[in-house]
């Protein structure tokens, strides 16, 4: 017996971070009755797919999966909301899953803010997110210079690189461990749901029920 192939608008693309969030994922899609074996086989696949149900998962830096739903490459994909201030994009983004909690934070050493900034000068700050950082400090009224970092950015402030780093704070411990401080929020941040505005009126039908039952999930 031949199988009848899917055509593209019955199955479903779903792009999905690397790493500790996709873990979380996993009970989540299950719960809202998705295989997710072909999600959790040791293999360095990019690509998993569940045949039978028309469901694919691509697995990407979370910096890239709205960049791939908005471009249409998946239909849904789950991100940070850290990244969806950073850069704009057109997506619809319908739910906050309420993973991957943790604070953007601006963080230095004890005491170094707001007095880096005493005498108007401006403050220099060490970020990978530079237009959240640059949005938040003038929103204060405080002239600042963003140096984009991508890595280690608690260097910043110890070095006299930066007076401050704006950066993403779970524990704290990092910061704890080099003499740093956490000295004011930015942006308290989660993962949400973002699906592509034309995909969604196409597939609404594949993908309003997975919003539904992640949004049950909670």
């Known amino acids: 017996m031949v199988r ?5 608008e019955d199955s479903l693309i779903i792009a999905v971070p690397k790493g500790r969030v996709l873990q979380q994922l996993v009970p989540r899609f299950q719960r809202a009755g998705i295989d997710t074996r072909a999600l959790t086989e040791d293999t360095r696949q ?6 039978k149900r028309g469901v694919s998962f691509l697995l990407l830096k979370p910096d890239d999966v709205p960049t791939y739903v908005e471009y249409g490459a998946a239909d849904v994909g789950v991100v940070g909301r850290d990244v969806l201030l950073e850069r704009e994009y057109d997506l619809y983004a319908p739910i906050d899953l309420g993973i991957g909690r943790c604070n953007m934070m601006v963080c230095g050493l004890p005491g170094s803010y707001p007095v880096a900034n005493g005498g108007g000068r401006t403050l220099r700050v060490g970020t990978k997110f530079p237009n959240i950082a640059t949005r938040h400090f003038r929103q204060k009224g405080l002239p600042v210079e963003t140096i984009f970092l991508q890595g280690s950015v608690e260097l910043a402030p110890l070095t ?4 401050v780093i704006v950066d ?7 910061l704890k461990q080099n003499g740093l401080a956490p000295l004011e929020l930015v942006v308290e941040v989660s ?11 196409l597939k609404r ?6 919003l539904a039952a ?3 999930s909670e």
């Not at 009848?4 to 593209?8: A, D, E, L, V």
């Not at 749901?193 to 009126?201: I, L, M, P, Q, Y």
């Not at 039908?205 to 997975?210: G, K, M, S, Y």
């Open 4 to 8: 009848k192939q899917r055509s593209p």
């Open 46 to 51: 990019l690509i998993r797919r569940d045949t």
């Open 160 to 163: 006299g690189l930066a007076d």
């Open 168 to 174: 993403l704070v779970e524990t704290g411990e990092t």
């Open 191 to 201: 993962s949400v749901v973002v699906a592509n505005r034309a995909g969604f009126k």
């Open 205 to 210: 039908e594949l993908i309003a029920p997975l």
């Open 214 to 216: 992640l949004k049950d």
